[in-house]
Each structure stands twice: as structure tokens, then as C-alpha cells.
């Protein structure tokens, strides 16, 4: 890391932690929905931006975590903490078994993903009996953890920004270790990856479960926000804009996701103060970063700065 | 065993209609490697506009041009502006196509409203004709069977007895073989993206007949036609009959038994493909 680099991520840091201090609890909620989602477009970015799959059914991890969270708690009075590992324990089983999609590969992959998650979608809104249906499962109480209980949206904001900043953490060392490095050598040339003595299949599977286990922690924390849960959380939309937001930052970058998701979040809080036609500005902006900003914000900065360094030098 | 032969009708109607949208899908994709995830978005479309035209008529063969024809326009449009300009990234067109089924769902949405609307069918359609053994059937469902057929008979000749669908077959062996052979793949596509936009307008307004349009069901269905190309095989017609007859059938029989759970049956195919066939029934091994 160079310098300026430090810098800005120490006055970045500063700035979460000051969050809910200069701003009020609308803003401390906005954030930390944008740190929730960014968390979500991180955890589809693993498998897009490192192995080159695109997932389209990370809402299902998202959302069978949060569905287990919320009914165990709700209906059979498990202790918060339990709930909230089973979740994560729920998505990840599920994640081992969507698995499977890693054996195929570019168009096969993008459309048994989204088989796969409109089928969670379909159990979630049509299994009324078990999900509560279209209303889904309401009344879940606030995080807590050995009797504290993180009940005011600046405490659990604080929930949130912790093992968020735990799991980049994380994400940082794990795509810099040698098994990073495959992910991304496969992305680049199967063959020549296989040819090298690799096991594409077993890198991807493992990336994929990985990435399942992420996508199930963003769900969990969602619940203990959001305070109920129902099908929408497991619906396309979830899944696409989570990719959305990690292409709108940048692709396979440690930050961009999160940037992604804020502006996503933010762009659709303004649009829908003055607009009903919310989706369709969404579909505008999915057609505008694609075709004309395809490495998101961190890839354009890329570009303006290597271009400016270029100059200089 | 009524309800079994029953159930077994519905579900080869649903068959026809899946058969009617995967068809299109499959055959763009197999010429152009183009995956448009708008698709559902014109069945969508063509169904409500079809709508339209049989309250006002009364007519469902003008509802089915129309609701046809609204699909040829807005696809074409969204080929020349969108889809072309994606080259062949496959993440770049599925991520442009949600974009432009989110603007055309919501669009819908606002100019139809949220309600499931019933398309009325004209009166000697909707009356019911009785099997031998006492099986009761509507006769729209026998005209939507029929209509699949009589589409899946005429695309199967163009595919296999004409230039065109020789030029197709060879496109998903080998695309650029083709273009260098002299073949003008870019009218073609334009003839087929048309061809495929039709019909995913005309199994809109059929659909709308007996399953009603609402928001929504843009994704539905193309979830469904998706199923049904991915156990068929991307790119094969072959594919897309038995795959939607495959789907319709496993929908039908899951609503039945188990209507809370029918989603289920879904992945059923799927798993088991995943595991032993990853490319479909008749997958092209050349297809990535």
C-alpha cells in the first residue's frame, strides 16, 4: 500500500466510526444497509470479479438465513445467538448443495443460478404455511449477544461495521493467498490452470461455498435490521442488483462493492422521493454501467489516475 | 386416475406454451450466442397489449398478431439499441436485458396497473368438451396444445429442410465458420430475433387467456422457459420440445400433489442433469 493509499482508508475508517455521531438514525440506517449489501455484492463478487462466475442466486443464501434466523427465533423462542448461527449455518448448507452449478460454466452457470434462486423465491412466497407467504415472518427482536441487547440503530449499526470490517478483513487475505491466485488464474485459462496441475472444479466449489457463507452473514445481519423478512429478500432483484453494485464500484476490487452499494442504495432513496417508475430508472442505470462504464467507478478512477501518473512521469 | 390424465392435459397445454417462448430463446441463442433475459418481458408485453385488442374486439387471432407484432417492434428496437452494443459478453447482455425487462415490467405496471387481468376469450372457445371417459377439458387448452404442436412442426422444418435453419445449426457448432462461409448472419439474426420476439408476444396473449397478466409473471415464465433450455440443451430445438414437455408435465403433477412445494419440482430436473449431463439432453459440447 502506498501512502495516499493509508491515508485514505484510515480517514475512511474514521469516518465509519464517526457516522453515527454527525449523522442522525435515518442516515446511521442508510449506512448500515449499504455496508448489509455491500457485504452481499462482496460475497457474489468473490465468484464474479476473482473466478469469473456470475451468480445470479446469492439472494437465495441471503435470504434462507435470514427466513431460519427470524422463524426460529420468532416461533420457537431460540436465544438470539443461536438463531443467528443457525442462519448462517442454513445458507451455507445450502450454498454446499447450489454448489453443483460449478459444473458448468459461462451462460449454463448464469441460468441455473437463477433457476435455482427463483425456486427459493417460489418456496418463500407459495410454502404460506411455513414462510408466512407473502407477508413472510414479522416481529423479530434486536440482536443481542450474552444479554446486551443491541436495540438502537447506532448500536447495532456498530454490529454491522464490526464484522463487516472483520470479513474484509478476511476477504483481503484469502484472494491475496495462493488460493486467490487460482481463482483468478482459472478466470483467465481453464485449461491452462488444469494443465498446471490444478483442480478447477474443486477451487471453484470452494469458492462458491465461501462465498455462500458471506452472503448467508449479510442475510443474518439484515434480519436484526430490518426486523422481518419475506420473499422479496430471496427475489431476482436482490440477486442482480448485489451484482449490479459490485460492477458499479468495480469488479474484483476490496472496496468497490461497498461504493456500489452506496451509491445504488442512495441513488434509489432519491429516485423514489420524486418518482414512482423506480425500477425502470434501475434498469436505465443497469443498461448505462454496462455499456458505457463497464469497470465501474474503481475502474474509471483506474484509468483518470494511471492516465494523470502517465502524464507526469 | 381421471385427475391423472387430467393433470397430465394441463400439463401438456403448459408444455405448448413453455414450448411456444423457449423456442425463441434457444434459437437466438444457438445463432447469435445472445442470452436476452427481456424475453420473459415480451411475453409480458405482447400479453397485455393482446389484451387490449380482445376487449375491444372480441377477437383472439387479432389479439395474437397484435400482441405478436407489439413483441416484433419492441425487440428489434431493443436489438438495434442495446443488445448489439454488448459484442459477446454474456455478462454484459444479461445484465442489459434485466435492464430493459425492469423498464418494460415497470412501464407495464404503470400503464395497466397491478391487477392479474383474464384476456377475454371469444364464446364458442370457452365452453369445455368432453373427453371419452367422462374427462372434462376446456377447449382453449385443446386450441393452446394444438397451436404448440402445429409451431413445433412448422420450426422444426424450417430448421432442418431450409437454408436458414441449416445456417442456425451450423451457428452453434461454429459461429465463425458460418459468417466466413458467406452466410449474411446479421440479416438472419434480424429474421430470427423477429421470429423469436413473435412468439414469445403470441404465448403472451395465449397465456394471458388462461393464466392472466400481471407483474410479475415476466419472470415466472421465463424462469420456467429457462428450465426448459437448460435440460433440453442451449441451442436445440430438439431440446425445447422434449425440455418443455419435460417442465410442463413435472409443473402439473407438482401443483397436483404438492401445491405448496410445486417449486420444487423445478430443481428435480435440474440437480439431476447438473450431476450427469451439464450441458442438457442435447447440448452442443462447442457450446460454452
Known amino acids: 500500500m502506498t501512502n495516499l493509499k493509508k491515508v485514505l482508508a484510515l480517514a475512511a475508517l474514521g469516518l465509519m466510526l464517526a457516522w453515527p455521531f454527525i449523522t442522525g438514525d ?3 440506517g442508510l449506512m448500515t444497509q449499504i455496508l448489509i449489501f455491500g457485504l452481499l455484492a462482496l ?5 464474479l470479479g476473482h473466478a469469473g462466475l456470475f451468480s445470479l442466486c446469492h439472494a437465495s443464501f441471503f435470504s434462507v438465513a435470514a427466513y431460519t434466523a427470524a422463524i426460529l427465533q420468532v416461533r420457537y423462542q431460540v436465544p438470539v445467538e443461536v438463531s443467528a448461527i443457525c442462519g448462517v449455518l442454513s445458507g451455507t448448507l445450502l450454498g454446499l448443495i447450489f454448489g453443483l452449478s460449478v459444473r458448468t460454466r459461462g451462460v449454463y452457470f448464469i441460468l441455473v443460478t437463477l433457476a435455482m434462486g427463483y ?26 449477544l450474552f444479554g446486551f441487547s443491541f436495540s438502537s440503530p ?8 464490526f464484522v463487516v470490517s472483520a470479513l474484509i478483513a478476511v476477504y483481503a487475505h484469502l484472494t491475496a493467498s495462493p488460493f486467490g491466485l487460482a481463482l483468478r488464474g482459472i478466470k483467465s485459462s481453464e485449461p491452462r490452470m488444469r494443465s498446471l496441475g490444478f483442480n478447477p472444479a474443486k477451487h471453484l466449489y470452494v469458492a462458491f461455498v465461501i462465498s455462500s457463507v458471506m452472503a448467508s452473514i449479510a442475510g443474518v445481519l439484515y434480519v436484526y435490521f430490518n426486523k422481518f423478512v419475506n420473499p422479496v429478500s430471496a427475489s431476482l432483484h436482490v440477486s442482480v442488483d448485489s451484482v449490479l453494485m459490485a460492477i458499479v464500484g468495480g469488479s474484483g476490487s476490496l472496496f468497490g462493492s461497498f461504493i456500489g452499494s452506496a451509491i445504488v442504495l442512495w441513488l434509489r432513496n432519491w429516485v423514489s422521493t420524486f418518482i414512482e417508475l423506480h425500477l425502470a430508472v434501475m434498469g436505465l442505470v443497469f443498461i448505462a454501467v454496462v455499456l458505457w462504464a463497464p469497470g465501474g467507478l474503481m475502474g474509471w478512477v483506474h484509468k483518470v489516475t494511471s492516465k494523470s501518473s502517465r502524464e507526469m512521469s | 386416475m381421471d385427475s391423472f390424465i387430467l393433470q397430465t392435459l394441463n400439463g401438456i397445454s403448459y408444455s405448448a406454451l413453455l414450448f411456444l417462448l423457449a423456442s425463441g430463446f434457444t434459437l437466438t441463442f444457438g445463432l447469435m450466442r445472445i442470452v436476452n433475459m427481456a424475453h420473459g418481458a415480451y411475453y409480458l408485453f405482447g400479453g397485455y397489449v393482446g389484451l387490449m385488442v380482445a376487449k375491444s374486439t372480441g377477437s383472439l387471432a387479432l389479439a395474437m398478431v397484435s400482441g405478436g407484432i407489439a413483441s416484433v417492434i419492441v425487440g428489434q428496437i431493443v436489438d438495434r439499441l442495446f443488445i448489439r452494443r454488448t459484442g459477446e459478453d454474456h455478462l454484459a447482455q444479461v445484465l442489459v436485458t434485466v435492464g430493459v425487462a425492469y423498464i418494460i415490467g415497470d412501464v407495464s405496471l404503470k400503464t395497466w396497473g397491478g391487477d392479474a387481468q383474464k384476456l377475454p376469450l371469444p364464446l364458442d372457445l370457452r365452453g369445455i368438451w368432453e373427453l371419452p371417459g367422462g374427462i372434462i377439458y376446456p377447449k382453449f387448452r385443446v386450441l393452446l396444445t394444438l397451436i404448440g404442436i402445429l409451431t413445433g412442426i412448422g420450426l422444426w422444418f424450417i430448421y432442418k429442410r431450409t437454408q436458414i435453419g441449416a445456417a442456425i445449426r451450423a451457428g452453434v457448432d461454429d459461429r465463425e465458420m458460418v459468417s466466413a462461409t458467406g452466410i449474411h448472419v446479421d440479416r438472419l439474426f434480424i429474421l430470427i430475433s423477429a421470429l423469436a420476439s413473435f412468439l414469445a408476444g403470441v404465448s403472451g396473449v395465449l397465456g394471458g387467456a388462461f393464466l392472466t397478466v400481471y407483474p410479475g409473471a415476466e ?8 428450465v426448459v433450455v437448460i435440460v433440453g440443451g442451449l441451442g436445440s430445438l430438439e431440446g425445447a420440445m422434449i425440455g418443455a414437455v419435460i417442465v410442463g408435465l413435472l409443473d402439473a403433477y407438482g401443483r397436483w400433489l404438492a401445491p405448496e412445494l410445486s417449486y420444487f419440482v423445478l430443481f428435480g430436473p435440474m440437480a439431476i442433469l447438473l450431476l450427469y449431463r451439464p450441458r442438457g439432453l442435447f447440448g452442443s459440447v462447442h457450446i460454452a
Open chain 1, 119 to 144: 425456486v427459493v423465491w417460489g418456496i418463500g412466497y407459495r410454502w404460506a404455511s411455513f414462510t408466512g407467504g407473502d407477508s413472510g415472518v414479522t416481529g423479530v427482536a434486536a440482536f443481542s
Open chain 1, 43 to 47: 460475497s457474489a463478487d468473490l465468484l
Open chain 1, 26 to 28: 435515518y442516515l446511521t
Open chain 1, 154 to 161: 447506532k448500536s447495532y449499526y456498530f454490529v454491522v461495521l
Open chain 2, 219 to 226: 419472470w415466472e415464465i421465463l424462469v420456467f422457459a429457462l
